[in-house]
């Protein structure tokens, strides 16, 4: 089955514990992104990736890094966690210039900073 | 900057009639726009597309209306189902070749059985 994979789905975490949010996808797909899903914000891109070893700032990437050694990996760091990080972060993967569907997302990672 | 944006954050329809949603932007570097679904406890689910060159797009019960000159774009959904409760984003894509797609805040439509 085709899918872009999170994990964990849920994460409680205390601020300035380094941790890292797994995204792995099985369609091929040269283009990876991380979003936040905020109240009345919408989902924000942190950040993208257009293909292995490249990688480049969203919306919003203060506090966030990202890595793309491999074409089906886009791990989400976050080296010194915050509160204001509380969000539910979702992966999302497609083909470069994918005009039909879009991305292909994941199911979502809860994250709550203490 | 909200480059995309969904005025009314919920919306409420009965059952069997027709749902309309709607999304505004201001980038006029947009080329492409996409509705997603999404579920409590899920990803959000691709839905239906439009390019910019076209006017309205169908699929099913779900058409897509775009207004190039008043850079606003709807979603209907007729006739409108139980199933059909979720939270709606509109997205938007600027002909960049960078594949970034810019999402509205999200529209919560409830339909009454």
């Known amino acids: 089955e085709a899918q872009v994979t999170q994990n964990p789905r849920y994460l409680i975490t205390v601020t300035g514990k380094k941790l890292t949010v797994t995204c792995s996808q099985n369609m091929n797909h040269e283009y990876m992104s991380w979003y936040r899903q905020d109240p009345g914000l919408g989902l924000r891109q942190i950040y993208y990736?257009?293909?292995?070893?490249?990688?480049d700032k969203g919306d919003v990437p203060e506090g966030y890094k990202v890595s793309r050694k491999e074409k089906r990996n886009f791990p989400l760091i976050l080296e010194s966690p915050s509160p204001n990080q509380t969000s539910l972060y979702f992966c999302?993967?497609?083909?470069?210039?994918?005009?039909?569907?879009?991305?292909?997302f994941g199911s979502g990672t809860r994250l709550t900073v203490v | 900057d909200q480059q995309v944006k969904q005025n009314s954050p919920s919306l409420s329809v009965q059952e069997g009639r027709i749902s309309i949603l709607n999304c505004d932007y201001t980038n006029s570097m947009f080329d492409y726009f996409l509705w997603y679904k999404k579920y409590p406890a899920e990803g959000p689910t691709f839905l239906i597309s439009?390019?910019?060159?076209?006017d309205k797009n169908e699929d099913g019960r779900f058409t897509v209306f775009l207004n190039k000159s008043a850079k606003h774009l709807s979603l209907h959904i007729v006739p409108s189902q139980p199933g059909d409760s979720a939270v709606y984003f509109c997205?938007?894509?600027?002909?960049?070749?960078?594949?970034?797609?810019?999402f509205g805040t999200g529209t919560r439509l409830t339909i009454i059985p």
């Open positions: 999302a993967s497609s083909f470069m210039s994918s005009n039909t569907y879009g991305y292909t």
């Open positions: 439009i390019s910019s060159i076209k």
């Open positions: 990736s257009m293909n292995v070893e490249v990688t």
């Open positions: 997205a938007a894509r600027a002909n960049f070749g960078n594949e970034k797609l810019t």
